[in-house]
């Protein structure tokens, strides 16, 4: 066993974590997004409720959710554990740091993990915390499509999704595709087609979810 | 030409550094960077100062000892060693700022000198074949496609510099590691040895204090031998597959 834990406590293997995690949460990414939009039929919610109920009652689901729950404490951890000891490896800075070769996002995957990870402690206890609450206690879903409605009549509560949303999108315009280097699937052939996919993933599903809030906030869903 | 210098001067491991300002009024366009640093010097030295102490060796851009951070970038502007780097890519009465290699791992030792012994030991670690080569062997009696000699080449390019480490934002070794690794890993000498060596360099690398690759490549965009950030994902396959599947034969059977 020994050799599994020098494997997740060396660089390359919390590095391996991250990527990992990361490629898992975006797995998730797609299939919220995609119940989410559901709203947009703007059939009262029927559609989305009908999912919705689907995914939070589906005991398959309930038992991934806590994959789910310890992916995203892994990234997490494993993300402001690394960002502690790269801070570390370089006690004295540069005084001066001029057009840097790198894009300003990738170097500050970090700050951008941080106003995700305020973003979801707002998200979870605007929607998932109240409603798994409610379930254990009274064992019943609460009204999700109304609740919606009534969070997002708020224009600073919808300011604040939609900067979640632009923090999601740079952060996986790097993510995305880092993650797939970190895995060692590097290759002339496929690279192309992987930054093809990152860059089309990180624009498409931050912006439909951004289009949530304010579809409803403009009542264009009622 | 004219320029302002403003450079770092440590008087040893233990003190606090600081910059210090030197107007230098003799800088020919053609002298390179060190060339201009020891035109300097011996001004210094004619005024009773001590000289700037700095790194270097070939001057033609093969040892990698010239370390310098240039205006914010290792090796200066260009994407160069730091002896091949000329007084022409600046522009006269410019002030360019000098400083040391900036790592846990690479203690500066005196002014812009920096102790690089962290990468020796990574090397020492497995960054080699230890068999007897012999003789030179006939052409082409060990196979190996164009492609492959190639790659196996431009890894081994890596002249062991450090801009790599100067340039990431984390100080990650892993540029360099991945080319010593690579170097080896694609060549059927190193065939032998490459799980182990994967294993040991990793674990040598974690153990000198670098930070951990974000792949922002800013290490590949900077190293003056272009070396590929596509031999870091190499490393993360050998090492991946090294960890998960090497295994020790003890006297009396595996373990
Ligand atoms: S990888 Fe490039 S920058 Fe790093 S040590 Fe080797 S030659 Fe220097
Ligand atoms: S002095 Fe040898 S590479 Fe610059």
Not at chain 1, 62 to 71: F, K, N
Not at chain 2, 78 to 96: A, N
Not at chain 2, 174 to 201: C, D, I, N, T, Y
């Amino acid at each position: 066993m020994k050799w599994l834990i020098d494997l997740f406590t060396s660089s390359l293997g919390r590095k391996l974590l991250m990527a990992l995690t990361g490629l898992f949460l975006i797995s998730f990414l797609v299939i919220h997004c995609t119940i989410n939009a559901m709203i947009f039929y703007n059939d009262g919610g029927t559609t989305f409720s009908h999912w919705g109920h689907f995914m939070g009652t589906n005991p398959v689901i309930r038992t991934l959710e806590v994959g789910l729950v310890a992916g995203f404490l892994i990234h997490i951890f494993q993300g402001l554990l690394l960002w502690k000891r790269n801070h570390q490896a370089r006690p004295v800075k540069y005084s001066v740091s001029k057009d840097p070769k790198s894009t300003w996002y990738s170097r500050s995957m970090g700050l951008l993990g941080t106003l995700l990870l305020l973003f979801l402690i707002m998200h979870t206890s605007h929607f998932w915390i109240p409603n798994r609450t409610h379930q254990f206690t009274q064992g019943e879903e609460l009204p999700l499509y109304n609740m919606m409605f009534e969070v997002f009549s708020n224009p600073w509560v919808v300011f604040f999704y939609v900067v979640g949303c632009v923090s999601l999108f740079w952060h996986l315009l790097h993510g995305f595709a880092s993650a797939f280097q970190t895995l060692g699937l590097n290759h002339l052939k496929y690279n192309g087609i992987i930054s093809f996919i990152g860059t089309a993933f990180s624009i498409i599903v931050p912006f439909l979810f951004a289009l949530m809030p304010i579809a409803v906030y403009l009542k264009w869903i009622n | 030409m004219k320029i302002t210098l403003k450079v770092w001067r440590q008087k040893n491991r233990t003190t606090k550094g600081e910059f210090k300002t030197y107007q230098h009024e003799h800088v020919s366009p053609d002298m390179s960077f060190l060339e201009m640093m020891d035109v300097l010097n011996t001004e210094l030295i004619k005024k009773g100062e001590e000289p700037i102490h700095f790194d270097h060796d070939c001057r033609e851009g093969i040892c990698g000892m010239c370390s310098m951070y240039i205006n914010g970038h290792p090796h200066g502007p260009l994407q160069t060693t730091t002896c091949q780097l000329h007084m022409r890519t600046f522009k006269d009465g410019e002030t360019i700022t000098v400083e040391p290699w900036r790592a846990q791992a690479f203690p500066v030792i005196k002014d812009l000198v920096v102790d690089r012994s962290a990468f020796d030991r990574i090397q020492q670690a497995g960054g080699y074949v230890s068999v007897n080569t012999g003789g030179v062997p006939d052409a082409n009696e060990i196979p190996i496609s164009k492609n492959i000699a190639d790659e196996a080449f431009d890894s081994a390019a890596c002249i062991g510099c450090g801009a790599c480490v100067a340039a990431c934002k984390n100080s990650s070794a892993m540029l360099f590691v991945s080319a010593k690794v690579s170097q080896f890993a694609l060549l059927p000498q190193g065939h032998a040895e490459r799980k182990e060596r994967a294993e040991k360099m990793v674990a040598q690398m974690d153990a000198e204090g670098f930070g951990n690759c974000s792949n922002t490549k800013a290490c590949e965009a900077e190293c003056p031998k272009a070396i590929s950030v596509s031999n870091i994902a190499r490393l993360n396959r050998e090492y991946f597959s090294a960890m998960v599947s090497s295994y020790k034969v003890t006297v009396g059977g595996g373990e």
